[in-house]
């Protein structure tokens, strides 16, 4: 990240110096479409971000420049000011959702850049949410816990970026640790940390963004959450999360084929895990692997929210003989993520690439990401 061209930016904009703060994005390495079943996440923060300088104006406005689009927004700090630029929402949005917890916050400078990609599933809003939350928590001395500041980014997605999603993303940006991934709960919100440290053990983790983006027509995701509300309904639970498939074979006949199969996919997916968390413990990087495709497959076939690309992808890995890949994030699109042997990395890369492109007449762009520090000031 060019933190030098962050200062020098504000510099320009503002003719002073402010404090920078930093927060992560992420990627989470199994635990897909498990959150909203109550079920296990395994994200990790990565050494890509959002960073931002901040000085506060003495004023009711907040002047925001963003590095990276070259756009400048000002805006107060009631709800009626609103900015329209949808970057300059997400800030606005912190400010409204740290205020409505009783925190009192007033104008500011800032300038912010990120090095996360965009539309690569890594949460670059979330890194960029987690960085002014955190800032804002420090500078105004406002003692808002960790968790709550993760609630603040979600709850500025929901209420002023109209996206419902889960605490993931902002839980990683905030919480992440060097070496470690988090196994957070999401029914009790409980997290623990595990070592995760690949490069030790002679791997490398790398993404490889297909730069495809499926729109499908009607709310798939709606869908998927259904099929499974409806199945935990009928086993009289609240979610999936602790169903075991000898429970819903039992019921296999009172409901139909595809709610089955989204059903045996989150089932498996809350093992696999837990298996993960095991094969962590005794540093057993090939069961990591295993599980890693028996997620993607499950995504593919069960859950059918991959495309042809994602398996394409797959199948090259497993041919190149990498020890795991699979879909990140919600699907039909975006990356897979890969557990490579350090050895075989130079060859699965040049061909996965050369032959993705004789297929789809492009490369696939590849991020190769360590696992690094949540939300903090530099």
């Not at 395994?42 to 506060?56: N, Q, R, S, T």
């Not at 917890?101 to 400078?109: L, P």
């Not at 300038?111 to 500078?139: K, Q, R, W, Y």
């Amino acid at each position: 990240m060019n933190v030098e061209l962050i200062n020098q930016k504000f510099f320009e904009k503002f003719a002073t110096k402010g404090e920078l703060f930093t927060s992560p994005g992420r990627i989470n390495l199994i635990g897909e479409h498990t959150d909203y079943n109550g079920g296990f996440v395994f994200p990790g923060a990565i050494d890509k971000g959002m960073a931002a300088e901040i000085k506060l104006n003495g004023t009711e406005k907040v002047r925001a420049y963003s590095v990276d689009l070259d756009d400048y927004a000002e805006f107060g700090l009631e709800e009626a000011d609103a900015p329209k630029a949808s970057w300059a929402r997400y800030i606005f949005g912190v400010c409204r959702e740290i205020q409505k917890r009783g925190g009192k916050i007033a104008g500011f400078d800032t300038a912010f850049a990120g090095d996360v990609p965009l539309g690569a599933g890594m949460s670059s809003s979330a890194a960029l949410e987690s960085t002014f939350a955190n800032a804002l928590n420090d500078l105004f001395d406002l003692g808002i816990d960790r968790f709550e500041l993760a609630r603040i980014g979600q709850s500025t997605e929901h209420n002023y970026c109209g996206v419902k999603c889960g605490i993931m993303d902002q839980f990683a940006s905030v919480f992440g640790k060097a070496g470690h991934l988090m196994r957070l709960d999401c029914r009790s919100m409980e997290f623990e940390y595990f070592p995760f440290d690949p490069e030790k053990h002679g791997y490398k983790v790398v993404l490889l963004d297909s730069v495809v983006k499926h729109e499908l027509v009607g709310s798939p995701y709606n869908d998927r959450r259904a099929s499974c509300e409806r199945v935990a309904a009928k086993l009289g639970q609240e979610f999936l999360r602790g169903a075991t498939m000898a429970q819903l074979d039992a019921i296999k006949s009172e409901i139909s084929e595809e709610d089955y199969k989204r059903a045996r996919y989150v089932i498996g997916e809350e093992q696999r895990v837990l298996d993960v968390c095991e094969a962590l413990k005794r540093d057993d990087y090939e069961t990591v692997g295993k599980r890693m495709y028996e997620t993607h497959w499950g995504m593919s076939k069960d859950y059918e929210v991959s495309c042809e690309e994602l398996d394409f992808l797959a199948t090259v890995a497993e041919e190149c003989g990498v020890s795991g890949s699979r879909i990140m994030g919600g699907g039909f699109g975006g990356c897979t993520i890969n557990l490579v042997k350090a050895e075989r990395y130079d060859d699965f890369i040049a061909t996965a690439k050369k032959r993705f492109a004789e297929k789809y007449g492009h490369e696939p762009k590849v991020y190769q990401v360590v696992i690094s520090d949540g939300a903090r000031r530099l």
